[in-house]
């Protein structure tokens, strides 16, 4: 049996084909694939510059469907139940996995990276990872559950109270779910940095201080700040972020653009600056993600859209050279002939 497929076949290279349908293990559901979201790390790796995405693949690991077939062991789900999936495949046994940092498993597995992802008809997951979706989230909601939970993992490691003053580097998905994931904490004085007028725009919809640089703000209001988040990844908003915060403020690196930078380590000694990297997120902040999202905190579906899979090279470069006013694209089978 096939199916149609999005498969990266080289740098900036990338095809509608028909492969097998993935084989169902006995612990494995199958997802007829609704909606699947393209990620900033995929458009690295569309681009040749994500060593984590080889050719040939299917890409894809934010993304929400309805259950085709269900294992032989798997029990609690049916045929038709409509669903989300943690792309985060772990082992279930080490310490991390058994301790609430199971996106730390050494054995972990990337849904569209190291197994075949969601830009396709269908995909299998384990059922452990598979969340059923309440009747009030849609579709497009569902993909969504993963990059908020990404936002909200970063947030959870800042500890953030009412009072804190945020600065955010980045206006992308993960800078814009962690802006409203920061309000959700009560953040109410958050700073989102960005170069793109369109992305700028809607953090401010969603109640952020916008600015190109903080040199736009009141001098008063450049620096100290209780915590910042590096959504970008690059040396410059690293060292930024470090410098804008207050001595014993905390910072998060999670944009992973540059594999090194150099950072001011003794202004940090002497600052006892609090660094941390976030990556991903845990079983439990994917959870929460989808709490959240029923509870009507968050929302991007204004400034996203959806396009057929077919077209879903272009949609990569629509990404790449600039959208607009555009945070997320969505891909989908459904109106494809099949």
Not at 172 to 195: N, R, T
Request: negative net charge; hydrophobic residues 40%; glycine residues 10%.
């Amino acid at each position: 049996m096939s199916m149609k497929a999005l498969v990266y076949e080289g740098p900036r290279e990338m095809n509608v084909r028909e492969v097998p349908v993935p084989e169902l293990k006995p612990e494995e559901v199958l997802i007829r694939v609704k909606r699947a979201g393209i990620c900033g790390s995929e458009l690295g790796g569309y681009l040749g510059h994500n060593s984590l995405r080889k050719p040939p693949l299917i890409m894809g690991h934010e993304f929400s469907g309805v259950i085709e077939q269900v294992g032989e062991q798997v029990s609690g789900f049916k045929t038709g139940d409509r669903v989300t999936a943690n792309p985060l495949v772990t082992c279930g046994t080490c310490r991390y996995c058994r301790n609430g940092a199971s996106q730390l498993c050494g054995s972990r597995q990337l849904l569209g990276a190291h197994r075949p992802g969601a830009f396709a008809q269908f995909v299998a997951v384990p059922a452990r990872n598979v969340y059923r979706l309440k009747e009030n989230i849609s579709f497009e909601e569902g993909a969504l559950a993963e990059p908020f939970a990404c936002a909200i993992h970063v947030c959870r490691l800042l500890q953030l109270v009412p009072t804190d003053r945020l600065l955010i580097y980045g206006a992308g998905p993960i800078g814009l779910f962690a802006l409203q994931a920061a309000k959700v904490y009560g953040v109410q004085d958050a700073v989102i940095v960005d170069l793109n007028e369109a992305r700028l725009e809607i953090a401010k919809e969603l109640g952020g201080i916008t600015a190109a640089s903080l040199n736009e703000l009141p001098e008063e209001s450049r620096s100290g700040f209780d915590a910042a988040i590096d959504a970008v990844g690059a040396q410059a908003t690293r060292q930024l972020s470090l410098a804008a915060v207050r001595a014993g403020g905390k910072v998060v690196f999670t944009g992973l653009h540059e594999a090194d930078s150099t950072l001011p380590i003794n202004d940090m000694i002497r600052s006892e600056t609090m660094v941390k990297g976030a990556f991903a997120y845990s079983q439990e902040d994917f959870e929460t993600a989808l709490l959240w999202i029923g509870q009507g905190r968050t929302n991007l579906l204004p400034w996203a859209e959806t396009t057929p899979l077919g077209d879903g090279a272009s949609a990569f470069e629509k990404l790449i050279g600039g959208p607009g006013k555009i945070a997320k694209i969505f891909l989908t089978l459904e109106g494809e002939a099949l």
